[in-house]
């Protein structure tokens, strides 16, 4: 019964409302003065997810979705009838709904649609950034720090002959790799953050870099392993390729189209305001 009432409850939310007068095709059923057609019935039936859909889809559920339909409507005519389409609470969400539904038509014709990667600037990207899609591995270590006096300090004493697992149990604010004296472990391109994997992958086993700045703070890196891969074909990996190419476009569009939009548009902000509201 708790599962009936669950799927029946997101059939009310994901379907959309039945035009009243809407004849087009044939009719399967009439509720008051509204119609549910055979076209209504197939694009109610596409809205549902795909385990929901399967449930209609033999005899006896194409009849049971139909109730479904019926049922809606029913509720729907008698929340018009009682007045809730003039409701304050109503109102406040259709106009909800109005902004959402305008902004993702804009971020798919402004962004999505015009975010186009060519075949060639696939394969070019391929052809020019080849150890990006090499299967090569490096176990490394590093020492977090907030600051660049720190990571400086920390680095001399390195050269000076103090032993780098000891100094990142004793400073490395990373607490998942200081207790194991800084040892990352194993891992390929792609599963660190871009600037650490380039120094990372630049070095030598033994070799200790200099201060690295990401957003996390000041690292040391010291790689202490290597193992040398395989080129993966570019056949195998276009498809990643166009995906990387594709949402690094949208960034660029995105950013673009709020810029313009900034730049055209008079904004005033009250930042005292603002720190009086209290957040609980």
């Not at 106009?95 to 539904?101: G, L, P, Q, V, W």
């Not at 305008?102 to 975010?115: H, V």
């Amino acid at each position: 019964m708790k599962k009936t009432l669950t799927l029946i409850l997101a059939i009310f939310f994901v379907l959309g409302c039945i035009q009243n007068g809407n004849t087009e095709g044939p009719i399967i059923a009439k509720v008051n003065d509204a119609v549910i057609t055979k076209e209504d019935f197939l694009r109610s039936l596409d809205s549902l997810p795909g385990w929901a859909k399967d449930r209609f889809s033999s005899k006896e559920g194409k009849k049971q979705f139909l109730e479904e339909l019926i049922k809606r409507e029913l509720l729907y005519q008698e929340a018009e009838r009682i007045g809730l389409d003039k409701d304050k609470e109503f109102l406040e969400k259709l106009e909800d709904f109005k902004k959402m539904t305008l902004l993702s038509i804009l971020i798919k014709r402004e962004i999505e649609e015009k975010a186009v990667v060519s075949d060639e600037e696939v394969k070019k990207y391929y052809d020019n950034n080849k150890e990006e899609f090499r299967t090569d591995m490096v176990r490394a270590s590093h020492i977090l720090v907030d600051t660049e006096d720190d990571a400086r300090e920390i680095l001399k004493r390195i050269k000076n002959g103090e032993d780098f697992a000891e100094l990142a149990k004793s400073f490395s604010k990373d607490s998942g790799s200081a207790s194991r004296g800084g040892d990352l472990g194993f891992f390929g391109r792609g599963k660190m953050i871009p600037e650490f994997e380039r120094v990372a992958f630049g070095l030598k086993p033994g070799e200790v870099s200099k201060p690295l700045k990401t957003r996390f703070g000041y690292h040391i890196i010291k790689v202490t392993e290597k193992k040398e891969g395989t080129q993966l074909a570019f056949s195998d990996v276009k498809d990643r390729i166009r995906e990387k190419l594709i949402s690094e476009r949208q960034s660029e569009l995105f950013e673009s189209l709020i810029n313009r939009l900034m730049k055209g548009s008079k904004i005033k902000r009250n930042l005292e305001e603002l720190d009086s509201i209290e957040i609980q």
